[in-house]
């Protein structure tokens, strides 16, 4: 931040008004009314200050990652959310709302001052109908073109139908494919391909072998996962979905973010021995999920079924295995509650803590394993070492989180910048990278592993010689729980992939009435151009796994 910011004395959190009155006195006129968020100071602007209210907060007081950009339809109005943050200090946040009336929901863009906005703003079009002004590409991004109206807005009809004209059925690349001036040609990768790890369709534009430009096209796996939260009771019916939205590997880290983000609404507190559960759960769920990224992008280099997936899938199941035994279920894990954890350690404990510390110890041998095969590997180098490059100022600007970000150098870890669990009073270090390849995004998450298993191995140690009498597993937490109308929080936790959000509004009942999932994967796979743009096809396909997206996640 510069040193002579209005803001320079910028609280962490909104308890101190002070924060409130810096950010007016900063943004001047623009400001026409202030929000009550739980977590961050919030002011109300008008649609067509967008652009220079963001630039402001940008530039002058360093919130240089808008982290999450929130849609939603009132009886009155429109609305827009720009959650924003500090790369430096995720602690200091504010919230800029914008609304827009009924009849004429159209807004200024956020896309030139943030280029992650560019598919924020096209899925709040797509679902919610807000317009935004000076967007480059305002177009539907989950559903069909054709598709009628606006889902998340109050008078969609669900009963209409939805009929696809011959023109959905037409050649999409009529007259490109071939243009005899730049001897390019259009190719569609997937969306069914195993390198595109899910349902993906990549659109490139080649010149020879040369990428000129790609257009990663989602929404094949769109569930409505949000709608379905929103239908939900906060007590129990939410906390199965979380799994799912990446259902291969991160479920108690999925499950640790709508907890976050509820607990904080309807002020509940978590023990402290559930705390260390919770953490040592979360870190199980994240080895889990760099080993299987690991596994699946050596089949992706490599191009067989190699030692190197057989290896990671093996090591993958050893962590299942301690999963399952702590919370009866292999995928779908359900473990979290509200104010803490479903159940205590499985019995006979010491048997379940020796048999954690079993598969930890094994660790060390094998990720040695892991770098004679891959890091070492010539082959293996050749087609990751300045390959997919991302630039650390390309990366904000995408709101890039996680291994991607942290493979270009951005030391940003919500676990030790926003702390939360038990993170705070445990060793371990944030694992960054320089380079910004594809090369650099493994070796982050094969150092991750090491720092996971510290953390696993420290949690042990605590619960190993926690009294039996002060563990204490949930906290007292009414049957039923009814926010006050109006209550607005956004939270978020290190997720495996990155910064995993929920923003949700309270309205007084038992359900939320917006319920808005922050994806990793989806800011992350908005930068695929960047990495992409003039190298080779095989580079792309690279490119791809190294971002490690799960497209139920990206998709919700």
Known sequence: MPPNSTLESWPSENADPSGQRDLEALLGDAVLDRDDHENAPAVVIRPDDV?????????????????????????????????????ADPTRKVSVVVPTPIDDPVSGSAEPVFRTADWHEREAYDLVGIEYEGHPDLRRILLPETWQGHPLSRGYDQEQPQVVTLSE???????????????????????????????????????????????????????????????????????????????????????????????????????????????????????????????????????????????????????????????????????????????????????????????????????????????????????????????????????????????????????????????????????????????????????????SAKIVEQCLDLLEDWPDDEREIQSNVPRTLKPEAGAETYRAVEGAKGELGIYIRADGTETPARFKIRSPCFSNLSALPELARGEYVADLVASIGSLDCIMGEVDR
């Not at 079924?305 to 990671?312: E, I, P």
């Open 169 to 451: 059925h037409e050649n999409p690349i009529a007259g490109d494919e071939h243009d005899a001036a730049s001897e390019t040609m259009f190719l569609n990768i997937g969306p069914h391909h195993p390198s595109t790890h899910g349902v993906l369709h990549v659109k490139a534009v080649l010149d020879g072998e040369t990428v000129v430009d790609v257009k990663p096209d989602i929404g094949y796996i769109h569930r409505c996962e949000e709608q379905m939260c929103q239908r939900s009771t906060y007590r129990h019916q939410i906390m199965p979905y979380p799994d799912r939205w990446d259902w291969v590997s991160s479920g108690l880290l999925n499950e640790w973010a709508y907890a976050r983000a509820a607990e904080d609404l309807a002020d509940i507190e978590v023990p402290e021995y559930a705390q260390v559960v919770r953490t040592m759960g979360a870190e199980l769920s994240r080895l889990a999920s760099h080993f299987i990224a690991i596994a699946t992008y050596a089949l992706d280099i490599v191009g067989e079924f190699c030692a190197a997936f057989q290896y990671g899938i093996r090591d993958r199941e050893l962590v299942l295995d301690v999963l399952e035994d702590l919370t009866g279920q292999r995928m779908m894990f359900n473990y979290f509650r509200l104010g803490g954890v479903a159940w205590d350690l499985p019995e006979p404990r010491e048997e379940f803590i020796a048999g954690v510390r079993d598969v930890l110890e094994s660790f060390p041998t094998k990720i040695e394993e892991y770098h004679d095969l891959l890091i070492t590997n010539e082959v293996f180098q050749r087609r990751c070492v300045d390959t997919g490059v991302l630039e650390p100022d390309v990366a904000k600007q995408y709101g890039c989180t996680g291994p991607v970000a942290r493979g270009s150098g951005i030391d940003y870890d919500l676990r030790r910048d926003d702390p939360y669990g038990y993170y705070p009073n445990l060793e371990w270090s944030v694992v960054t990278e320089p380079d910004g390849d594809n090369y650099s995004r493994l070796l982050v998450r094969l150092r991750e592993i090491e720092e």
């Open 51 to 87: 652009q220079s209210v963001l630039e402001t907060l940008r530039d002058d007081a360093g919130f240089d990652h808008c982290s999450c950009v929130t849609a939603q339809q009132y009886p009155d109005r429109f609305e827009t959310i720009y959650h924003l943050k500090s790369y």
